[in-house]
């Protein structure tokens, strides 16, 4: 796999992290999907993350080695992706609900899987986390410091 395109997947892994962080912090003081519905901030923060997570996944699922390993339901990720772009209005909070509270962990360890098969990630996570220094975003960096410690585990 050349170098870029295995940055590339990289960097589209380490945002899905991000995005799964912050879907964690902007729902943690909701305890219903409708609470969440109608706290149109955290709302419209959600949903924009749950958009980037789908995006990352098409853009991994197009690298057939990747692709070749991911779960079939990334491929429904993808697609819910695009049913909250184009039907923002139609948008079922309980199923937002349901994801938040139950898929994003299972997403986040089948990555992983994934990762500790042929992707490294230490380069992507260590670009990011000066990013997100620069941004003064502490929250995120000390997020991305505990992957990049399970990264040197390997």
Known sequence: MPDKKQRDLELFIVDIFVAIHKIRLYTKQFETAESLRYDSLHWDATIRELELIGEALNNLL????FAKVAPKYFRKVVNFRNAISYGYFGIDEEEVWKIIKNKLEQLLEDIF???DQFINLETAI???ISDYE???DTQ???????????????
Do not use: H, P, R
């Not at 995120?140 to 390997?154: A, C, D, I, P, W």
């Open 62 to 65: 197009d690298d057939d080695e």
């Open 113 to 115: 899987e994934i990762c």
């Open 126 to 128: 260590k670009t990011q």
């Open 134 to 136: 620069k941004l003064k």
């Open 140 to 154: 995120t960096v000390e997020y991305l410091k505990t992957f990049l410690s399970k990264e040197n585990q390997k």
